[in-house]
């Protein structure tokens, strides 16, 4: 059973954490007004994408996927603050699967999520040398270590006994994909806020779907959250994503705003007015119809 989260407004402009609102990670956040504002956007785009896509069954279980980028932080953030209000009936459990790549700062989020009472899982796998090893030279490492990272990611929830892998991708990251499958895919599709596995036993979750990468970026900053870089696919230079990211990036630039209308433009297809023959019957079209 999916609910339908309730719109009444959320006060952020008070004294949250003196008044025992905020969950304890917020409790040394910045005073401003500006943040306030801020925190209060990304909440309400969460609180919107959860009640959109039907994310929330009462009861559920959680799996929180944890990388240690701003967006993931940024998600876990939004999460804790719903659920310590009340807003969010569902068990959390945070997840960082640690692929071994050399360097890695294996101590930063467990002292992290104790830090904030948060229950976790570290799940080490060396995904990196089997990357590493198999992806030809020249070649981008994305796909392969995607597919890797999504297989144990869905054993480990099954394993916890979640029924969702909820990820931390955001507005940019849709459009990226969809501008990724249009030029390079032939094909019309994004990433879903909401879907269920191939095996259909799980569901995977966005709810920063509806989130500025600017905005994250700008809070996980001001958050002082301790980033780890991913030194695996970051440290390729060309790669096709980068492309597509720099483009949008000129087109907001050029005409603000057009992020967002391009996002809405994914939530309102027209079937009849594309090519699609599955999905709209062009030989059944008659006249006086």
């Known amino acids: 059973m999916t609910v339908t989260m309730t719109t009444e407004p959320i006060d952020l402009d008070g004294d949250d954490d003196e008044a025992g609102v905020a969950h304890p990670l917020f409790h040394d956040a910045p005073k401003s007004v500006a943040f306030a504002k801020l925190r209060k956007r990304l909440v309400r785009q969460t609180r919107a994408a959860l009640d959109d896509f039907g994310m929330v069954r009462p009861g559920d ?133 909401k879907l269920v596995n191939d095996e259909g036993d799980l569901f995977v979750l966005r709810p920063l779907a509806y989130a500025a990468e600017d905005d994250i970026a700008r809070f996980s900053q001001l958050m002082e959250f301790p980033i780890i870089p991913c030194d695996l696919c970051g440290s390729q230079e060309g790669l096709q994503r980068n492309q597509v990211k720099a483009m949008l990036a000129d087109w907001e630039r050029k005409s603000p705003g057009r992020k967002d209308v391009m996002l809405k433009a994914l939530g309102n297809a027209n079937p009849s007015h594309l090519l699609d023959r599955g999905l709209f019957d062009f030989a059944g079209l008659d006249l006086g119809r």
């Open 61 to 193: 279980r959680w799996l929180v996927c944890l990388s240690g980028g701003k967006d993931s932080y940024a998600l876990l953030a939004m999460l804790l603050d719903l659920k310590w209000r009340g807003l969010l009936p569902v068990d959390l459990l945070a997840c960082n699967l640690d692929q071994a790549q050399p360097g890695f700062p294996q101590d930063v989020l467990p002292s992290f999520f104790d830090g904030i009472g948060m229950p976790y899982r570290i799940e080490r796998q060396d995904t990196y040398s089997v990357v590493v090893s198999k992806v030809p030279a020249g070649r981008t490492y994305c796909a392969l270590c995607s597919r890797l990272r999504r297989g144990h990611l869905y054993r480990v929830a099954r394993e916890e006994g979640c029924q969702a892998v909820v990820l931390g991708h955001h507005r940019e990251d849709i459009l990226e994909t969809f501008f990724m499958n249009l030029f390079h895919g032939g094909k019309l599709a994004a990433m879903p806020p």
